[in-house]
């Protein structure tokens, strides 16, 4: 379950509300794992019962109380666990894929159509990462240590290039489509 070790990990830096790790994970790694915020209370909540974590009620006076978190010793262990162990091999099942692969059953406005939609998907993704990675340059960081920012960014590059590479990869789909020069390119 990669939710709890990416809040155990964010607890590792510092002590966060569920808010603010909310914020953590639309400022650093929504590009790949985007979470909502009662994802992140309930694994909180699953966190704290089994001693990963520990919080903290701060009582505020004209609004509701607030929950900070803190990493326990046991999180980390279950932290470190799971970093250092190689995950099985994820599910690569990409549904526009089936589309393209069957595409020849639509029209070429059709299949266009998919592929330009598709494209501006991964424009409109590019300019996210982009924006992140402004974001990090601009703002101060309660990490830092020049290691673990450039670990956490490497996620962003990644990210980035295989977006770059399937936008690439898109447009001259499009092309082909619209020349009608039914060719394939593989290898040398």
Do not use: C
């Not at 089936?98 to 991964?122: C, P, T, W």
């Amino acid at each position: 379950m990669s939710l709890k070790h990416a809040i155990l990990g964010f607890l590792s830096f510092d002590a966060f509300s569920g808010y603010d790790l909310k914020k953590a994970f639309d400022n650093s790694i929504q590009h790949f794992w985007p979470a909502n915020q009662s994802q992140i209370y309930r694994t909180l909540a699953e966190l704290d019962e089994q001693g990963f974590v520990e919080k903290e009620i701060v009582e505020r006076e004209e609004r509701l109380d607030m929950k900070i978190y803190r990493i326990t010793e046991t999180g980390r262990s279950e932290l470190h666990l799971w970093l250092s162990t190689p995950l099985p091999e994820h599910d690569t099942r990409e549904p526009f894929l089936i589309q393209v692969y069957f595409g020849g059953k639509l029209s070429d406005e059709e299949i266009l159509n998919l592929l330009q939609r598709k494209l501006k998907e991964i424009e409109e993704r590019l300019d996210v990462y982009e924006a992140v990675y402004q974001m990090t340059q601009s703002t101060p960081s309660k990490v830092t240590d020049k290691r673990t920012t450039f670990f956490a960014l490497l996620t962003l590059e990644l990210g980035y290039i295989n977006s770059k590479s399937d936008a690439a990869w898109l447009r001259s789909a499009i092309e082909r489509v619209e020349t009608k020069n039914y060719t394939i390119q593989i290898g040398n």
